[in-house]
């Protein structure tokens, strides 16, 4: 026989259990919960069996066991949990790829009826086309402004209809002729909001970063370091081959005014007294005779290695 708890210890084996889960989870998954049924809701746990515990509960008693389990164990980190608890929201704590947790939540979303009072999440429109109802309905489109033709005896949509804005109340004539169309326009299911991760709280919307995206935005950020290092003659590890770069090429351009010189000076030197040696690094004209792209491919090839060997030895690029 089940022995049927009391609602101060089903607190307290709430509290053990969110405890519990505090300390073995690290990532937590903070999800709006509105419009969720008990069974979407047990199908979701069913697909996150594994790895991946669905909590939900009072939002004052959640508070309040955090804070308590902060003072006992003094994990602060946990803390930043307390912001995020607003509104009809649950906990998923995982131990698996965040991303792939996410992706798995979004699954479960079951289509929902626009019912009377409802905020629409999106736009809602009605399409062109046959409606299946007969004359008599026509009274529904005439209230809500819905152009329309009678076609074999029933009604026919002409043309397409912006019926509800996102944001905007859903209106009792509005349901009505979505029900008698049959079309269920809304979906619902647990949506991320935040993600906390190891004490840290962002946005869901950095689980879609890719490898590019990173290598994209350090490179970025490398970028605009090494400018404001060059404009305030401020050496760091990013600006210091543009200082040394600079600095050497400042160093040749006195060694050219002057007569003072030393070995990459001279090679340079040499090059500037003898024009015709230029010539080396010039681009050699593709032979008229090549008969095939090989052949071609060959020439190119053969233009590029000069050039290549004539920068390593004077230690810069003439054409930078």
Known sequence: MTVKLSKSEK??????????????????????????????????RKGLRGDSIVLMGKNTMIRRC?????????NKECLNLLPLLVGNVGLIFTK???????????KYKVGAPARV?????????????N????PSQTSFFQVLNIPTKINKG??????????????????????????????????????????????????PEVLDLTEDDLIEKFAAGVSMVTSLSLALSYPTVAAAPHMFINAYKNVLAVAIATEYTFPQAK??????????????????AAAEAAATPAAAAKEEEKKEEPAEESDDDLGFSLFD
Do not use: M, W
Not at 12 to 28: H, I, T
Not at 117 to 129: F, S
């Open 11 to 44: 607190k307290v084996e709430y509290d053990k259990k969110l405890c519990r889960l505090l300390d073995e989870y690290s990532q937590v998954l903070i999800a709006a919960a509105d419009n969720v049924g008990s069974n979407q809701l047990q199908n979701i």
């Open 66 to 74: 955090i804070k308590v389990h902060a003072q006992k164990t003094g």
């Open 96 to 106: 698996g790829d965040l991303k792939e947790v996410r992706e798995e939540v979004a």
């Open 117 to 129: 009072g409802l905020v629409a999440p999106i736009d809602v429109v009605v399409p062109p086309g």
């Open 131 to 134: 409606t299946g109802l007969d």
């Open 154 to 203: 029933t009604v026919e949509i002409v043309t397409p209809v912006e019926l509800i804005k996102k944001g905007d109340k859903v209106g009792s004539s509005e349901a009505a002729l979505l029900a008698k169309l049959g079309i269920r326009p809304f979906s619902y299911g647990l949506v991320i909001q935040s993600v906390y991760d190891n004490g840290s709280v962002f946005s």
């Open 267 to 284: 090679k340079l030197k040499e090059f500037l007294e003898d024009p015709s040696k230029f010539a080396v690094l010039a681009p050699v």
